[in-house]
């Protein structure tokens, strides 16, 4: 019967589970958020045409354009976010080699 013991192995030897899942997220964020502000109308009209089709709700056109600004805002802000995640983890991946 053999048993080996893996407690001196270092960290980098062990299998990291659940990695490709850590990396694929950012960039799936990252594209999702892309494709939603490429897809997004880009006049108030059709913004508020598409509110009120989805939800039932009637705005104003006004109402929509800053309703349209305010996504286009959150949007990039999410695209910045997940684009630093994703240069923060290939900075500390490349650090540590």
């Known amino acids: 019967m053999s048993s080996s013991c893996h407690c001196r192995t270092s960290l980098k030897e062990t299998p990291t589970v659940g990695k490709p899942a850590k990396q694929i997220l950012p960039t799936l964020s990252c594209l999702l958020s892309?494709?939603?502000?490429?897809?997004?109308p880009k006049c108030p009209a059709c913004v508020a045409a598409y509110i009120a089709l989805f939800t039932g709700v009637?705005?104003?056109?006004?109402?929509?354009?800053y309703l349209r600004i305010l996504l286009v805002i959150l949007w990039s802000i999410s695209f910045v976010f997940a684009i630093s995640l994703i240069i923060k983890r290939r900075w500390l991946s490349w650090s540590t080699h």
Do not use: D, K, W
């Open 34 to 40: 892309g494709l939603a502000l490429a897809l997004m």
């Open 58 to 65: 009637g705005l104003s056109t006004p109402v929509a354009g």
